[in-house]
């Protein structure tokens, strides 16, 4: 069954008007790739119906970033959308989702300002006003996000916490290569040796992930290791951060500590900027 298209206001009201039972969104800037695809079969287990939004959001986009280049590929988004059984796809325009410039939007507050705030400033203020207006406009019982972007999903529970939005937000353990790149729209920019380069990222997650038992300062200490070497490859891998925060505040964690983390990492590899992450759990001190 092809999946119904919705471009305009008008069209998604009437199609969300036939929808019986719960609906699931998959909110997405489409190009999209496995990673995506999780999220749509996560989707399909949360709820009765499924939706996915495909619009590459400007707000979040900053004055050198890569909005002009960020991949469009509508056609192919919507073969992969019916292959998995989607029910509704919402492709809007820009006309649509902005008809006057916004005057009001959604301020991300100190958690927006740091970690990836602070190499992308603005970044969390247009991502969060954007995955506003589409939770209100689609309005779905349940809305899915990959742990990819685990600050953004931080975010995205925190605002629907503080306004009070009818939503239960469900995030999707990472989709990596089989090399352990983490799934991106962003990784059809790299070049072969580029994506060599780009694997210390999980390389380095991996190395501090092995050091957990022996705490939070081995735990940097090993993934600088590997992202100390990747500074030096051709070409170079450019650190932006390498961070242990609490999940679900994105602040630094202060030692001695025991419980869940987040290691982030972010970096460019020549001008893709590429991030990651992985759960931990530190254990109490015996």
Known sequence: MTSTISRTRDELAEARSRIKGTLALVPTMGALHEGHRSLIRQARQSADTVAVSIFVNPLQFGPDEDFDRYPRTLATDLDMCTAEGVDLVFAPPHSVMYPDAPQVTIKSGPMGEVVEGVTRPGHFDGMLTVVLKLLNLVRPDVAIFGEKDAQQLAMIRRMVADLNVPVEIVGCPTVREPDGLALSSRNRYLSEAERRTALAL?????????AVSEGPEAVIAAASVVL???????????????????????????????????LAVAG???????????????????
């Open 228 to 262: 100390d070497k990747a500074a030096t490859a051709d070409p170079p891998l450019l650190l932006d951060y390498l961070v242990l925060v609490d999940p679900a505040t994105f602040t630094a964690i202060t030692l001695p500590y025991a419980g869940p983390a987040v």
């Open 202 to 210: 999980s390389r380095a997650l991996h190395a501090g992930a092995d």
């Open 268 to 286: 460019r590899v020549g001008a893709t900027h590429l991030i990651d992450n992985v759960p931990l759990q530190f254990p109490e001190e015996p």
